[in-house]
T-cell receptor
Framework: EADIYQTPRYLVIGTGKKITLECSQTMGHDKMYWYQQDPGMELHLIHYSYGVNSTEKGDLSSESTVSRIRTEHFPLTLESARPSHTSQYLC?????????????FGPGTRLTVL | RKEVEQDPGPFNVPEGATVAFNCTYSNSASQSFFWYRQDCRKEPKLLMSVYSSGNEDGRFTAQLNRASQYISLLIRDSKLSDSATYLCVVNDQTGANNLFFGTGTRLTVIP
């Protein structure tokens, strides 16, 4: 089992609220990622990080922001949630270096914005 | 053009059947390749890496054709538990070195 954790697993919240989705890994991986995935649809990379103090935007534009103050922690924040943010958010991590390193995913946070 | 293209399916096959999935990738410089499996409402998990010489893991065989930029996954003797979405994944050889995930091919094995 991968040592990567996400909280909360499910979140139902009203429009306009600020939310933070937590992601932690205990594998010491430098690279971390956030993906957005609607049911039955493809994964979209929204943010990634090479390591501490590194954050980059992914392929899909997102109104969320991320931070990487510690290696093991990569939280995602939405300042003002909207119904269009309703989706599943998956965090992942991968050791930097060899091309065949496995990428591990957390169990996901299913967000519903009313 | 997408980095990784897959037939989305769905593939509905009877138990015991052999089924093959294919995908193509656009960057000829890509060096590493994978198949991930994603169960309904779960996170993706690595099924197997795909090496140049082809590789097998039990009922699963993965093959790579660099000349055609084509990757395949063969599942023999399908089980009900094989029902899932199979994601073709290719390493990005640019500076980011991220993984590109295909849209996935959905497989349902029918009793």
């Amino acid at each position: 089992e991968a040592d990567i954790y996400q909280t909360p697993r499910y979140l139902v919240i009203g429009t306009g609220k600020k939310i933070t989705l937590e992601c932690s890994q205990t594998m010491g991986h430098d690279k971390m990622y956030w993906y957005q995935q609607d049911p039955g649809m493809e994964l979209h990379l929204i943010h990634y990080s090479y390591g501490v103090n590194s954050t980059e935007k992914g392929d899909l534009s997102s109104e969320s922001t991320v931070s990487r103050i510690r290696t093991e922690h990569f939280p995602l924040t939405l300042e003002s949630a909207r119904p269009s943010h309703t989706s599943q958010y998956l965090c992942a991590s991968r050791e930097r270096g060899a091309d065949y390193n496995e990428q591990f995913f957390g169990p996901g946070t299913r967000l519903t914005v009313l | 053009r997408k980095e990784v293209e897959q037939d989305p399916g769905p593939f509905n096959v009877p138990e015991g059947a052999t089924v093959a999935f294919n995908c193509t990738y656009s960057n000829s410089a890509s060096q590493s390749f994978f198949w991930y499996r994603q169960d309904c409402r779960k996170e993706p998990k690595l099924l197997m890496s795909v090496y140049s010489s082809g590789n097998e893991d039990g009922r699963f065989t993965a093959q790579l054709n660099r000349a055609s930029q084509y990757i395949s996954l063969l599942i023999r003797d399908s089980k009900l538990s094989d029902s899932a979405t199979y994601l073709c994944v290719v390493n990005d050889q640019t500076g980011a070195n991220n993984l590109f995930f295909g849209t996935g091919t959905r497989l349902t094995v029918i009793p």
